[in-house]
């Protein structure tokens, strides 16, 4: 009989450090400088969905503070998504200052300056009274934006260095026929955070502190020593993919069991309750499937529904935060109420979750420890940081470099 691999990871993916991370990481100014400049400056960054703005007109005000920008994304008269900084180019005041809405035309408050929904000028006041004007050349300065299976990205850069599907890569590939759309119900949790936005990346990126943070919640893996155990990982571009295994021996709780009768939820999803009696000596099924879209969007899917995070650095230790739970739309009163048994489930399941970064962060600060030990089921992350330090030309593994901060 072949004994199991502790190390099954490491000696898949031998490029992937297996040395302790440093710690410096989370409070160094140099290093935030950087992954603001290099990776939330350059890269492709996950904002939405434009189901948030169904009809023309429509629009919303995503505010990326890394950057101290503020970005109207709207769907224009042609059916298209638009993204312009939402900057009125006359004195720079904000053009619109809602966090959404509905409108004809995007009209700035401060002088009246009217620019249709493409970004193009439509109206000065007192137009005759500027030197040498062409409203041509003073729309709004435009955003790259590009939609992939209904999500809405955009890239800060001039000029993006790859196109989204080529930046998406296998990712975009393999979820390329995953029913996003068919699960149009949202319920949205937002929040910030006083830590850095890695440490809240750290959270989604492993299941080893999931039989201990979650064992209120999850407790069919706070029962079994291996259902933490990832069931697969693989990594592609920056972006990595892994399967959690399903709870296959939980048995539903009465509020979940009358939920289950109308309508798909979490505990269903993760632990396929619905497949209970199947022959035990089957295989464990994956409960859901991680994807980690570098460098601040997950989008996890599981059977009949999917949810996503959404991460976006304010400073070095102030992190924005939201997370979306995506259903079919209800049909009736139950389903409603299997609905509210998984969101509330989510819920406290990230209340768990999110109740050590502000811990962690203080920690950090303190300057106690130089560095974190990682095992092998920490892949994801051990990747994620070798990505970081590629990108920014700073070894995230190199503890010699807190002595040179000092």
């Known amino acids: 009989m072949t004994e199991p691999s502790f190390h099954r990871f490491a000696e898949q993916f031998t490029d992937i450090p297996r040395s302790p991370l440093a710690t410096w990481i989370y409070d160094s100014d140099e290093l935030f400088e950087r992954e603001r400049n290099e990776i939330f400056g350059k890269m492709w960054l996950c904002i939405g969905r434009e189901d948030q703005i169904p009809k ?8 990326i503070d890394v950057h101290k920008a503020s970005i109207i994304v709207v769907r224009d008269r042609d059916g298209t998504i638009k993204a312009h900084h ?11 200052w809602g966090r959404s809405g509905k409108c004809r035309a995007l009209t700035c408050k401060f002088h009246g300056w009217s620019y249709k929904l493409d970004g193009t000028l439509a109206d000065v006041p007192d137009e005759e009274r500027f030197f040498g004007f062409d409203k041509g050349d003073n729309g709004l300065k435009r955003v790259n934006v590009d939609v ?10 001039e000029k993006p260095e790859l196109p989204l599907n080529e930046f998406l890569g296998e990712f975009g590939q393999n979820f ?15 929040t910030e955070f006083s830590c850095n936005w890695k440490i809240v990346t750290d959270a989604f990126q492993e299941a080893y502190h999931v039989p201990h943070v979650h064992g209120k919640v999850l407790t069919d893996y706070h029962h079994d020593p291996e259902l933490h155990l990832l069931e697969s990982v693989s990594f592609d571009k920056k972006h990595a993919t892994f399967a959690m295994p399903s709870a296959k021996e939980h048995r539903a709780t009465p509020a979940e069991a009358l939920g289950l009768q109308h309508s798909v939820n979490i505990a269903a999803a993760i632990s396929h309750v619905e497949n209970a009696d199947e022959n035990p000596e089957q295989p464990k099924m994956w409960g859901f499937v991680g994807n980690r879209v570098f460098p601040n969007f997950f989008c996890d899917v599981l059977d009949g529904l999917y949810f996503t995070h959404e991460i976006l650095p304010i400073s070095k230790n102030r992190t924005w935060y939201e997370h979306r739970m995506y259903f079919a739309a209800p ?23 999110l109740s050590t970064l502000e811990h962690t962060q203080a920690a950090m ?11 092998d089921e920490e892949i994801v992350l051990r990747d994620f940081y070798k990505t970081i330090g590629e990108v920014t030309d700073m070894d995230c593994f190199n503890l010699e470099h807190a002595k040179d901060l000092a």
């Open 56 to 63: 023309t007109g429509d629009f919303y005000v995503k505010d």
């Open 86 to 96: 939402n900057v009125c180019k006359h004195r720079g005041n904000k053009v619109e």
């Open 148 to 157: 992939w299976r209904g999500f809405i990205f955009v890239c800060l850069a």
């Open 176 to 190: 390329a026929d995953y029913p996003f759309e068919a699960y149009p119900t949202c319920f949205t949790y937002r």
């Open 331 to 353: 049909h009736s009163a139950a389903a409603v109420y299997g609905q509210e048994i998984s969101k509330v489930m989510l819920r406290d399941a990230l209340l768990e979750d």
């Open 365 to 375: 600060e303190s300057g106690v420890l130089d560095r974190f030990q990682l095992q």
